[in-house]
């Protein structure tokens, strides 16, 4: 009862207190956000102050996510035995297969390496990559991004690649402490260079905004691309690594009408539900300097080879023409 | 002359803010993420409402940077779309308080419309434009959502006196 006289003493009061004019502070907020506006599109000054902002970001967003990781594991906690046993089943089954397909990459790198060698190119390095775990969804629908759980402590860096288990899935374009954001190949501002598989056509696929669509951007109308054609990254831009699948024709329509074919693919990458992504830490040296090192390489694995067995090259490159008729 | 108050229970507000914020970056349906309702907007104007010496412009503007850091949008524009919205409502404050609830929810629709519009020109500036109408949807989900907002925060209001 005296709380609520209280309020209302202080309502009345407050009925004709009137702090420093609207009018007044409106147009100078407005202007000042036009100019951070500007100056974080434009400039790179505020880029230290947002990455140390983000640090709230991982908290909020996990923080957001509550609700949906407890019910997660709630039902995972109870869900029945023979739902497990099946899950088990198939987990085995898969890692069978993968196993059987592992043994054949075994022989497949083997063979790989010594083309490779052959041709005296860049020795073939396994790229290193970091896992990393889906935290956020963008909230706004018409951009397609994504917030990962690896940040600079990581090691993240802008335009680094980010892949799931079945394509390429986009690239890093904000780095926080702990966590980063990633622009999908989808978002209608992205771009990736592509090639086909299948005869080594190249092209851009641009985002359309459709988490289902890419398009391919100036294909000629007597361009030999066909449904079903897959595309990897061609590597040009030098951002992406090249040979990473990105998506594969859905349809071509070839319109004479229009001054180049119509070309719609779907992406491999399970853009909208993967949750664990890989982060591609690609060579850093340019490519010079790797056939330097590799020319180096070769020549001391050469002169080893010479003073073990003489034979030995001649026998790989044998090996390697059987192989490869 | 201005008349000082001391706050009461002013952790209310702070906690229904940040509360707001979290519902604005929550994973949703797919589907529904068309229309998510503008939750830091209406929870703002309803304090600017009911307490319009507690919410200021410089409050507002604050907060829109922080959504900028948490949606990663170009810094300021949340900011200057949410100083806009507080600027309209404080200056109706005085007409919107006296309106029946339906007619509160027609002119707040009108000013997050406008909002929207704003930050469809901005977004169209900067190069990522939504392809479609789509973006009034979260205007008119929250002005259909704004009764039942009301009442839950005037019961809060009530139940810790804040003022």
Redesign the interface.
């Known amino acids: 009862m005296f709380?609520?006289c209280?309020?209302r003493v202080?309502?009345i009061?407050?009925l004709?207190?009137?702090?420093p004019s609207?009018g007044a502070?409106?147009p100078v907020?407005?202007v000042?956000?036009?100019?951070?506006?500007v100056?974080?599109?434009r400039f790179e000054i505020?880029q230290p102050l947002?990455t140390q902002?983000?640090v709230?970001?991982e908290p909020?967003?996990r923080?957001?996510?509550l609700?949906?990781t407890l019910w997660e594991a709630a039902v995972l906690q109870f869900s029945s035995r023979s739902e497990l046993i099946a899950e088990n089943e198939k987990l085995k089954a898969e890692a069978l297969l993968l196993q059987g397909r592992l043994q054949k990459l075994a022989t497949l790198t083997e063979q790989n390496v010594r083309l490779r060698e052959l041709l005296n190119s860049a020795a073939l390095l396994d790229e290193r990559v970091l896992v990393t775990e889906l935290i956020?969804?963008?909230?706004?629908?018409?951009?397609h991004?994504i917030?990962i759980d690896k940040g600079e402590r990581d090691g993240v860096f802008i335009g680094q690649p980010v892949l799931d288990a079945r394509g390429l899935m986009g690239q890093v374009v904000?780095v926080m402490p702990y966590t980063a954001?990633v622009l999908l190949l989808t978002?209608?501002?992205h771009s990736i260079p592509v090639q086909v598989n299948r005869n080594g056509l190249r092209a851009i696929a641009a985002g359309s905004?459709n988490a289902e669509r890419l398009e391919l951007r100036h294909v000629a109308d007597t361009a030999d691309i066909k449904e079903g054609d897959l595309l990897v990254s061609s590597g040009m831009g030098l951002r992406f690594p090249a040979g990473y699948p990105v998506a594969t024709v859905s349809e071509v329509v070839q319109d004479s009408g229009q001054p180049f074919a119509i070309v719609r693919a779907l992406p491999t990458a399970a853009l909208?539900r993967s949750r664990y992504m890989l982060l591609v830490f690609t060579d850093e040296r340019t490519p010079e300097q790797r056939a330097t090192e590799a020319a180096e390489a070769q020549e001391a694995a050469d002169r080893e080879a010479g003073a073990q067995t003489p034979a030995e090259l001649p026998g790989a490159s044998a090996a390697a023409e059987r192989e490869n008729p | 002359m201005?008349?000082q108050?001391k706050s009461r229970n002013a952790w209310v507000i702070w906690a229904s803010l940040i509360f707001a914020?979290?519902?604005?970056?929550?994973?949703m349906p797919?589907f529904m993420?068309?229309g998510?309702p503008l939750w830091l907007a209406m929870f703002l104007s309803y304090w600017a409402l009911a307490?319009?010496?507690r919410i200021?412009?410089?409050g507002a503007?604050c907060l829109?940077l922080?959504e900028d850091?948490?949606?990663?949008?170009?810094?300021?524009?949340n900011?200057?779309i949410l100083?806009?919205i507080i600027?309209l409502v404080?200056?109706l404050q005085r007409r919107l308080q006296m309106f029946p609830m339906w007619q509160q929810s027609l002119v707040l629709l009108v000013v997050f419309g406008l909002a929207q519009l704003v930050q469809l020109w901005?977004?169209a500036l900067?190069?990522?434009r939504?392809?479609t109408l789509?973006?009034v949807l979260p205007a008119l989900i929250s002005a259909l959502l704004w009764p039942w907002l009301f009442a839950i925060l005037r019961g809060l209001q009530r139940r810790f006196?804040v003022?």
Not at chain 1, 136 to 143: A, M, R
């Open positions: 709380s609520s209280q309020t202080a309502a009061k407050l004709f207190a009137q702090g609207l502070r409106l907020l407005v000042l956000s036009a100019v951070l506006m100056v974080d599109a505020l947002r902002a983000g709230i970001t909020a967003y923080l957001a996510r609700p949906l956020g969804v963008d909230p706004n629908p018409f951009t991004r917030l904000e954001r978002d209608s501002n905004g909208n | 201005m008349v108050v914020l979290l519902l604005s970056v929550a994973p797919q993420e068309v998510r307490l319009p010496h200021g412009l410089i503007w829109g922080v850091v948490l949606f990663g949008s170009l810094l300021g524009l900011a200057m100083t806009l600027f404080l200056s901005l977004n900067t190069g990522s939504p392809p789509a973006f006196a003022y």
